[in-house]
């Protein structure tokens, strides 16, 4: 199994546990968060343009909360006719 289903599997089995009141969300890399939307990486660097939350790291590399990118779908992306 790859790293990525890997961490998928983690996020899911993390929304049905209890919080710990002080652990701190994971960051995740533009790879991973473009695998679990199931997107390419170019499709993150685009939203990041405009105005998705991500943490700087150096002049290249980026980390995400997945908590940040799905408050910022819900809140700028159409969702489709069921």
């Known amino acids: 199994m790859s790293g990525v289903m890997a961490n998928k599997l983690n996020l899911e089995r993390n929304k ?5 009141t002080n652990a701190p969300e994971p960051l995740l890399t533009k790879k991973e968060i473009a695998a679990f939307l199931q997107l390419t ?3 993150i660097e685009n939203w990041q343009n405009k105005g998705l939350p991500h943490f700087r790291l150096g002049a290249r ?3 995400f909360r997945l908590a940040d990118v799905v408050a910022f779908l819900e809140s700028n992306c159409r969702r489709g006719a069921l």
């Open 61 to 63: 590399r980026c980390r």
């Open 41 to 43: 990486p170019r499709s």
């Open 16 to 20: 049905t546990a209890k919080p710990a």
